[in-house]
């Protein structure tokens, strides 16, 4: 089988090197086959549990990609929950199995497998971590930019938060419905190679649009309010 004609069409594709790593995309002239390189060719990720924190370490520009997009899909399993979520006038409960003989309070026992029924108009307490389902939820996403400690690369580097309609939101902190999607894109600023490390944490508060304050209504993601 000859496979020349396969072997020269793969160098013309990608270069001599036969490699598609960002460091050599542009002398290869394959930008094209960047991961992430547009907003509308991000590479994607889905969120179901909140508060959930994705980190990225890479870098971006010269011989490769100028810019590297996320698009976060969000839908939140109300089934379970990293944190527990306050409700007003109610507190969240820590429950610690402790052994502690100095303590005056005497040592509680908990057996899921009791009183399963009604006892005396008292319901039997279901112990879950769960979402509390609200009316038109939202949940908190925040960008931080943790950089590299070299000023002289972390001044060229721009992190942005955008809506689902690809506009730039104006800051590091926005609202979005708890079942929509947003990006999140890296931009390099200068001609050289740049470093960057970052962190989206999604879902510190979850609150229903009227708990909102007039300042958090602010930053809810553009479109959708």
Request: glycine fraction near 4%; hydrophobic fraction near 35%.
């Amino acid at each position: 089988m000859d496979v020349t004609a396969e072997i020269l069409q793969n160098h013309i594709t990608y270069g001599a090197s036969d490699s598609t790593a960002p460091s050599g995309l542009s002398s290869s002239r394959s930008l094209n086959y960047a991961s992430g390189p547009s907003i509308t060719r991000p590479d994607t990720i889905k969120i179901a549990t909140i508060p959930f924190s994705l980190k990225y370490q890479d870098s971006v520009g010269l011989f490769g990609t100028e810019n590297y997009f996320v698009k976060v899909t969000v839908n939140i399993d109300m089934t379970y929950a990293k944190a527990c979520f306050e409700e007003p006038f109610w507190e969240c409960a820590v429950v610690k199995d402790i052994d502690d003989p100095s303590s005056v309070y005497q040592q509680a026992k908990i057996d899921l497998t009791a009183d399963l029924g009604t006892v005396n108009t008292y319901a039997p307490a279901s112990m879950k971590s769960t979402v509390n389902e609200k009316t038109n939820p939202f949940v908190s996403v925040e960008l931080n930019n943790l950089k590299t400690g070299n000023i002289y690369v972390d001044n060229w580097l721009d992190t942005r938060l955008y809506t689902a309609e690809r506009e730039e939101h104006p800051y590091d902190k926005m609202y979005v419905r708890a079942n929509d999607y947003f990006y999140l894109g890296v931009h390099a600023r200068n001609t050289r190679r740049l470093p960057y490390n970052i962190e989206c944490v999604i879902g510190n508060d979850y609150k229903g649009f009227d708990e909102l304050t007039d300042e958090e209504r602010r930053l809810v993601a553009r479109g959708i309010n």
